[in-house]
């Protein structure tokens, strides 16, 4: 999957390795200086992702009949509006308009959210799990080029998700009926193209050095190997 994608779509140079999440530290381990985007484009794809997130799982709230399951998707939404009102401030403190920043993302996003949302329920709750675990992971490591304002997104996109009791829905979802685990394993693979395509689009589109290539994948392969442990975590294989 990661070899398709650089042949599909090929960023510029930068040596990349993912920070783990809290590690806040002053020792920079991304070099994104050649691949970042300007910091307004940041922190309006970064706001208007979890804006989406909270929107998805409001859906689902909406459509799922157990009361425990609705009590455990309004916690997974309620961290996905706070961290989407918390990036707000960060814009508005700049002396940005968070609309203004938002909006010329909200064609792709919107539709990068239709194509992940599943025919069931349960499919969509995986692609909230997994397209928001690995945005997070990567908006976390491209924090780190934008100095005060990059630690504080960072801080931000590093608490608590609350998504664990999807990972049980799923889990319980699998135990009833042996047929969803094949089912929902292929859907984590399919979500995992479109998720990495939606990464690329934020780093600028700038040619790729083919000599480069080695340098700039490991930061997918590192959120592949998240993905993979997501999943697993599930009992699902990638």
């Not at 050649?34 to 929107?55: H, K, R, S, V």
């Not at 792709?108 to 675990?133: K, W, Y």
């Amino acid at each position: 999957m990661v070899n398709w994608f650089w042949q599909r779509r090929r960023p510029s140079g930068g040596v990349l390795a993912l920070r783990s999440r809290g590690d806040l530290g002053d020792t920079t381990r991304v070099d994104f200086e050649e691949l970042a985007p300007d910091i307004n484009t940041f922190l309006g794809q970064a706001a208007y992702l979890q804006l989406g997130f909270f929107e998805t799982l409001s859906e689902l709230i909406a459509l799922t009949p157990e009361l425990a399951q609705k009590e455990s998707l309004s916690k997974a939404a309620g961290a996905a509006l706070r961290k989407h009102e918390e990036l707000v401030g960060v814009i508005r403190e700049r002396g940005d308009d968070p609309t203004t920043l938002m909006l010329p993302f909200r064609e792709p996003l919107d539709a990068f959210r239709r194509a992940t949302h599943g025919v069931r329920p349960q499919e969509t709750m995986l692609s909230v799990h997994i397209t928001a675990g690995m945005l997070d992971d990567f908006y976390l490591t491209l924090a780190s080029s934008y100095g005060d304002t990059g630690r504080r997104v960072a801080r931000i996109l590093g608490t608590d998700d609350d998504r664990q009791a999807i990972v049980e829905i799923i889990a319980e979802t699998i135990a009833s009926d042996i047929e969803w685990k094949s089912l929902l394993a292929m859907w984590g693979r399919r979500l995992v193209g479109d998720t990495l395509l939606i990464a690329r689009a934020a780093l600028r589109p700038t040619e790729l050095r083919l000599a480069d290539e080695e340098k700039v994948e490991p930061v997918f392969t590192e959120l592949m190997a998240a993905h993979s442990r997501r999943m697993d975590a599930m009992g699902l294989a990638a």
